[in-house]
């Protein structure tokens, strides 16, 4: 089965500074790839995602790269402002039919210190 | 996303007592899952459920059950509850298809 791979653990900058934060899966037929985001207390929301025939996706300051061949995708923040601060996952899946389920990392602890 | 809520929003329990975390949606999605979040373990999928006749086990269902009894709704059942089951849990809805799924608020349970 597919296993997602995340780092790092825990990520702290200074504001404005850049963040990056990487994963890698197993699976090379997964073909969807979300980043969720999760506030101190509150539930995990998707932030932005990415599906495999594309190899990067914009979203304001952030975005988000896939290396198909590779089998890794990363989270990039520009710009870094405090309310960034949480903990960030990835995902990935493999889309239709019975499959569709997401894998999720293990997760990124962001701090931006002001 | 006050479409899929969750109740209770906080339990604490005793070793070996049945207990039932409630999960409903009023987005319209086939698709539900629960899942269980531990500090530095991310989020493991226990159950997923992709219309009402469909039940599918994830990679950490041993000790849980569901149900779902409407497509609005699922249930994660702990039949005999132990203290490392002791966690966050939360629900999610995704439509058919449509891989984004919407989580809601979470439960957290403490199992003494």
């Known amino acids: 089965g597919e296993n997602v791979e995340q780092h790092p653990s825990t990520l702290s900058v200074q504001e404005g500074d850049s963040a990056v934060i990487k994963c890698t899966y197993s699976?090379?037929?997964?073909?969807?790839f979300p980043w969720y985001k999760q506030e101190l207390g509150k539930r995990p929301q998707l932030i932005i995602d990415?599906?495999?025939?594309?190899g990067e996706k914009k979203d304001q300051r952030i975005a988000v790269t896939l290396n198909k061949t590779a089998k890794h995708f990363s989270l990039h923040i520009t710009e870094t402002q405090p309310e960034d601060s949480a903990v960030y996952f990835c995902?990935?899946?493999?889309?239709?039919?019975?499959?569709?389920?997401?894998?999720f990392g293990k997760g990124t602890k962001l701090s931006v210190k002001p | 996303d006050a479409d899929v809520t969750q109740t209770p929003r906080n339990r604490i329990t005793k070793t070996g007592k049945r207990i039932m975390l409630e999960c409903s949606q009023t987005?319209?999605?086939?698709?539900m899952y629960w899942y269980r979040q531990d500090p530095g373990l991310g989020l493991r999928l226990i159950y997923y459920?992709?219309?009402?006749?469909?039940?599918n086990k994830g990679e950490i269902s041993d000790g849980y059950s569901v149900s779902r009894q409407a497509q609005a709704k699922f249930s994660l059942s702990l039949e005999s509850a132990i203290p490392n089951q002791t966690a966050l849990y939360f629900c999610?809805?995704?439509?058919?298809?449509?891989?984004?799924?919407?989580f809601g608020p979470g439960t957290r349970l403490l199992v003494l």
């Open positions: 999610a809805t995704s439509d058919t298809d449509v891989e984004t799924q919407y």
């Open positions: 699976d090379s037929a997964s073909n969807y």
């Open positions: 990415i599906r495999s025939n594309v």
């Open positions: 995902a990935a899946s493999r889309r239709g039919g019975s499959q569709g389920n997401l894998i």
């Open positions: 987005k319209g999605h086939d698709r």
């Open positions: 459920s992709f219309d009402v006749k469909d039940i």
